[in-house]
């Protein structure tokens, strides 16, 4: 009678059996690169919450966040342009370096998902941070100019980033993108609508910058801590 073997397969031979199993050694760059990624895009969001208020409660001046906007704090518009530290100091540096880690995030984004959609308004949004830090309100134009760079990017980065999130991340993105995005233009286009106007030039400016940077930190989170969505619509 023929004896049925009973010698433990290999690890080699359960590979063959069960190609699907096999480890997919492509896959282990790009979890490391989406959770670099994350670590990058949180801490600067985290920064950037924490230096405009570290910037407010220090600044050697009467400060209301209706009237004030979020660049007074590293300096005030001509023709009078104040610059007072050491909210100044605290704010620009804080913004050149968050908006270098956002770069450098957007890099890692593009390795991990190349997905230009995504990743080019992500690194405009980190390069309007770096030149809101560069140029303060004192030099108006190139300032004007990288604050809307970054006004604008940073919410259609939050609308066009759900291609790379699962549900209900994928939503959440959408709205806080939205909610940036309609902000902007009310204060572009409204800024005299009773509701708008009670906020202020620096509250409304604050709907805008504020769900941007909430946006980076919940990116970053979902990018460290969630698998990032198959779909690829």
Do not use: C
């Amino acid at each position: 009678m023929a004896t049925t073997s009973t010698r433990p397969r290999q690890p080699e031979e359960l590979g063959r059996q069960h190609p699907s199993r096999a480890p997919d050694r492509r896959s282990v760059p790009r979890e490391r690169d989406r959770r670099t990624a994350g670590l990058l895009l949180a801490s600067a969001g985290a920064a950037v919450f924490m230096a405009i208020i570290t910037a407010e409660a220090l600044y050697p001046a009467p400060f209301n966040t209706a009237d004030n906007t979020i660049s007074d704090l590293g300096a005030t518009i001509p023709p009078n342009s104040v610059i007072l530290q050491p909210s100044a100091t605290i704010f620009d540096v804080s913004m050149i370096v968050a908006g270098l880690m956002i770069v450098a995030g957007a890099f890692f984004v593009h390795r991990a998902f190349a997905r230009t959609a995504v990743t080019i308004p992500l690194a405009l949004f980190g390069i309007g941070a770096i030149g809101v830090g560069v140029f303060p309100g004192n030099h108006l134009a190139p300032h004007q100019l990288f604050a809307m760079t970054a006004f604008i990017s940073g919410g259609v980065a939050a609308v066009l980033a759900a291609k790379v999130l699962v549900a209900p991340l994928r939503q959440m993105s959408v709205v806080i993108g939205v909610i940036s995005l309609v902000s902007f233009l009310l204060a572009m286009f409204m800024l005299e609508w009773a509701p708008v106007a009670a906020l202020g030039e620096g509250g409304i400016e604050r709907w805008i910058v504020y769900p941007a940077v909430l946006w980076l930190i919940v990116f970053g989170g979902a990018l460290m801590g969630t698998e990032p969505s198959r779909q690829d619509g």
